[in-house]
T-cell receptor
Framework: DQQVKQNSPSLSVQEGRISILNCDYT??????FLWYKKYPAEGPTFLIS?????DKNEDGRFTVFLNKSAKHLSLHIVPSQPGDSAVYFC????????????FGAGTQVVVTP | KAGVTQTPRYLIKTRGQQVTLSCSPI?????VSWYQQTPGQGLQFLFE???????NKGNFPGRFSGRQFSNSRSEMNVSTLELGDSALYLC??????????????FGPGTRLTVL
């Protein structure tokens, strides 16, 4: 049962433009959300996180928005750069299982010149 | 600070064999989680250890087991290997605060191929 869903398997965006990645979740016990970036044959790299008590968190070019009522979060990357081409995973912790990250299926982002 | 390290990086085994993978967390991190990544299933949680105790477990058969040592290093073991166990096995460490989640930092993974 996939509790974290990334419905867009791929996204193509031009360099300099905004990339918007979406994530939906079904478990209302999720309390902490994270985005990871992954290159082939490497482990995921942490990008940015957000607690359920916030609706926005910003770190440089990356901003995560959380809409708890819709059980939806999104990651904005502005401006997109060629080095951003990677697979992006949305992940979440339930409050009763802090060590147990639930991952979405990932979105492959390709930034074109 | 050194990152999470995993050994070996690559492993080839045959069906029926067993395998042990090792993970050294970031210094000071006491929580270690293991994940399996396959093309069809994505990243699936295996188990999490904290202070030498298994705290959480995913939906994997009993052939998958793990342990954590007093220095927080962790090992996972897969017995009676099957072809479907071929995957990238990722270890992640974190330093959970009280009552809140925290970022998990991943190692480079061990690529296991079962022939």
């Amino acid at each position: 049962d996939q509790q974290v869903k990334q419905n867009s398997p791929s996204l193509s965006v031009q360099e300099g433009r905004i990339s918007i990645l979406n994530c939906d979740y079904t478990n209302s016990m999720f309390d902490y959300f994270l985005w990871y970036k992954k290159y082939p044959a490497e482990g995921p790299t942490f990008l940015i996180s957000i607690s359920s008590i916030k609706d926005k968190n910003e770190d440089g070019r990356f901003t995560v928005f959380l809409n708890k009522s819709a059980k939806h979060l999104s990651l904005h990357i502005v401006p997109s750069q060629p080095g951003d081409s990677a697979v992006y995973f949305c992940a979440a912790y339930p409050t009763d299982s802090w060590g147990k990250l639930q991952f979405g299926a990932g979105t492959q982002v390709v930034v074109t010149p | 600070k050194a990152g999470v390290t995993q050994t070996p990086r690559y492993l080839i085994k045959t069906r029926g064999q067993q395998v042990t993978l090792s993970c050294s967390p970031i210094s000071g991190h006491r929580s270690v989680s293991w994940y399996q990544q396959t093309p069809g299933q994505g990243l699936q949680f295996l188990f999490e250890y904290f202070s030498e105790t298994q705290r959480n477990k995913g939906n994997f058969p009993g052939r998958f087991s793990g342990r954590q040592f007093s220095n927080s290093r962790s090992e996972m073991n897969v017995s009676t290997l099957e072809l479907g166990d071929s995957a990238l096995y990722l270890c992640a460490s974190s330093s959970p605060g009280q009552g809140a989640g925290s970022e998990q930092f991943f190692g480079p993974g061990t690529r296991l191929t079962v022939l």
